[in-house]
């Protein structure tokens, strides 16, 4: 643990976000056991929410092998020495999860494509990237600065909510989306209403 409250990397390039790796249990699984009221449904939103924030952060992004089709262990946390009935990656899952597939590959490109989130310094992402203020509760926005990186995109808009369905106040000038409630669409939008555990991304050109 590091207690301390000073920064712990001085660039991006320092950092690794992810939300699970070779050690405890895969997301779907800890989704099985953190949200157990949840429906099937529910937890491949909160699992494209858990992604799309790892996709859209600055820093170097990591993928576990199989989480973009909901890899499981079948519940086992610590699986060094378990069969491979429980190490192996079940590809029929890919077919049976083709949705949430193709987000991750469609995020994956989004990133490569637009260098906004991607930035190269500690510097850049202080001058360039700013949170918005909201009392919502499980609401996360912030607006990137892309014209200042090179971007294509001028402005970008990322919202993240975490919470119930509700309404989020779209800062000034006119808006398209790329990603509206964890879903690829190219639209002018003039109001967003956030869906329950969705990722929304939009942009000025």
């Not at 990656?89 to 987000?103: A, C, G, H, P, R």
């Not at 912030?142 to 001028?154: P, Q, R």
Request: hydrophobic share 40%; proline share 2%.
């Amino acid at each position: 643990m590091n207690y301390s409250k000073s920064p712990y990397a001085a660039q991006p390039w320092n950092t690794i976000t992810y939300c699970e790796c070779h050690d405890n249990h895969v997301l779907w699984d800890k989704l099985a056991i953190s949200a157990k009221d949840a429906s099937i449904a529910e937890r491949k939103e909160m699992q494209k929410l858990a992604l799309s924030i790892v996709l859209t952060s600055q820093g170097i992004s990591f993928l576990h092998a199989g989480t973009e089709f909901l890899r499981t262990k079948k519940g086992v946390e610590n699986s060094f020495e378990s069969h491979d009935s429980i190490n192996a990656i079940d590809w029929s899952l890919k077919t049976e999860n083709i949705e949430v597939f193709k987000y991750l590959r469609d995020l994956i490109s989004m990133r490569k494509d637009h260098p906004a989130f991607r930035m190269k310094s500690a510097k850049e992402i202080a001058n360039h990237i700013q949170f918005i203020h909201t009392e919502q509760k499980g609401l996360i926005a912030y607006l990137i600065n892309g014209e200042k990186v090179n971007d294509s995109w001028k402005k970008i808009l990322v919202i993240f909510n975490s919470n119930t369905k509700q309404f989020f106040g779209l800062p000034n000038g006119i808006w398209r989306s790329r990603i509206e409630n964890s879903r690829f669409i190219d639209k002018n939008i003039s109001k967003l209403l956030a869906e329950p555990y969705s990722c929304s991304i939009l942009y000025q050109e």
